[in-house]
T-cell receptor, first 112, second 113 residues
Framework: QQPVQSPQAVILREGEDAVINCSSS?????VHWYRQKHGEAPVFLMI?????EQKGHEKISASFNEKKQQSSLYLTASQLSYSGTYFC?????????????FGKGTLLTVNP | NAGVTQTPKFQVLKTGQSMTLQCAQD?????MYWYRQDPGMGLRLIYY???????DKGEVPNGYNVSRLNKREFSLRLESAAPSQTSVYFC????????????FGQGTRLTVV
């Protein structure tokens, strides 16, 4: 079952902030975040493991609330290069084999 | 390092034809995945292989088969292609499930007419 992402799309001006949310109906072991530019493969941004740790990558950070099975990606002072589709991927469900399942994506457009 | 290599990059098939999409990684990763990407649907998991010798169904396995030939290679076969299988297919690999990033290949754009 795919995690649910919101919003589906967001348009920003350079320098503005955005938050992308990801939620799952199942218990999670980890949450991944990826960015995909048009016509290219998804590229890894960060992974958050069970434990609620917040991680950062340049001006992009994320949090993971394992009790609520939710994660949020925070983009601050957005740059033109941040444009793309952001995917959250989740692993969990118990057992020893974890499926890495992705949401439908959030299209982020940063304008000058 | 080449990373994850997919072949072919583009393919056009006629309905009913069969073909195999190839994927190879040179990072000694244990886990490998096949996804399809369609507009508005995100990345949907077709099959995955937690380790050499094991494969499991993902969300959309119907119409596909896979083979984990060895640790490096994970192939996806369409036995009788249908227009609904027109998509971009991505292969990915990761060192360990549950705790490490996935590396993606450049994708195969498949059109079934």
């Amino acid at each position: 079952q795919q995690p649910v992402q919101s919003p589906q799309a967001v348009i920003l001006r350079e320098g503005e902030d955005a938050v992308i949310n990801c939620s799952s109906s199942k218990a999670l072991y980890s949450v991944h975040w990826y960015r995909q530019k048009h016509g290219e493969a998804p590229v890894f941004l960060m992974i958050l493991l069970k434990g609620g740790e917040q991680k950062g990558h340049e001006k992009i950070s994320a949090s993971f609330n394992e009790k609520k099975q939710q994660s949020s990606l925070y983009l601050t002072a957005s740059q033109l290069s941040y444009s793309g589709t952001y995917f959250c991927g989740t692993e969990g469900g118990g057992g020893s084999n974890y499926k890495l399942t992705f949401g439908k994506g959030t299209l982020l457009t940063v304008n000058p | 390092n080449a990373g994850v290599t997919q072949t072919p990059k583009f393919q056009v098939l006629k309905t009913g034809q069969s073909m195999t999409l190839q994927c190879a990684q040179d990072m000694n990763h244990n886990s490998m995945y096949w996804y399809r990407q369609d507009p508005g649907m995100g990345l949907r998991l077709i099959y995955y292989s937690a380790s050499e010798g094991t494969t499991d169904k993902g969300e959309v396995p119907n119409g596909y088969n896979v083979s984990r030939l060895n640790k490096r290679e994970f192939s996806l076969r369409l036995e009788s292609a249908a227009p609904s299988q027109t998509s971009v297919y991505f292969c990915a690999s990761s060192p360990l499930q549950g705790s490490s990033e996935a590396f993606f290949g450049q994708g195969t754009r498949l059109t079934v007419v």
